[in-house]
């Protein structure tokens, strides 16, 4: 019973020499219109940034047997990565060009399992309080029915990228 997938993704340091060059409200709208690459994780999870407003990020996946964990439900690192994603990017989304950022921390609470049964499922990021060096944000991922199955708060450090 052999089960495969296979993917593509574009060359990841295009977007990584551009974010600099464009707001990240700019760049995270440029790169959800395919003029800039999407990130490989992407691609590699199957999830897809659906929306973006400056403090705001929304990404979904439809949760497949290639994101199960040996017990039969959906991997807790593939929730973390949504959330990630999310809150890092509505974070993003309020940097002026030539910031950018990283996560300091992740703190993420499980409430629900997801399965293949679960449907698309939806992480909503929002920012709390941007400074000049740090940021803090929370996502919450959510099923069709707005169920929440997890939630996480960020700390992100911002630095200035070269343009």
């Known amino acids: 019973m052999g089960r495969s997938r296979t993917y593509d993704w574009e060359d990841p340091a295009v977007s990584a020499s551009a974010v600099g060059h464009y707001s990240g409200l700019d760049f995270l709208r440029e790169v959800q219109a ?21 403090g705001r990020a929304v990404f979904s996946l439809i949760p497949g047997e290639e ?18 994603s999310a809150a890092g990017c509505a974070v993003q989304s309020v940097l002026p060009p030539a910031m950018g950022y990283t996560s300091l921390d992740l703190n ?17 990021g929002t920012v709390l309080n941007s400074g000049r060096r740090t940021a803090l944000a929370q996502a919450e991922l959510l099923d069709e029915a707005d169920r929440l199955l997890a939630h996480t708060t960020s700390s992100c450090l911002l630095f200035p990228v070269p343009v």
């Open 34 to 54: 395919g003029r800039l690459p999407a990130p490989p994780i992407t691609a590699t999870l199957g999830m897809t940034l659906d929306e973006v407003e400056h």
């Open 67 to 84: 994101h199960y964990n040996p017990i039969g439900s959906v991997h807790g690192g593939v929730y973390a990565t949504l959330l990630d």
């Open 108 to 124: 993420v609470k499980f409430l629900r399992p997801v399965t293949v049964d679960t449907g698309r499922i939806r992480a909503v």
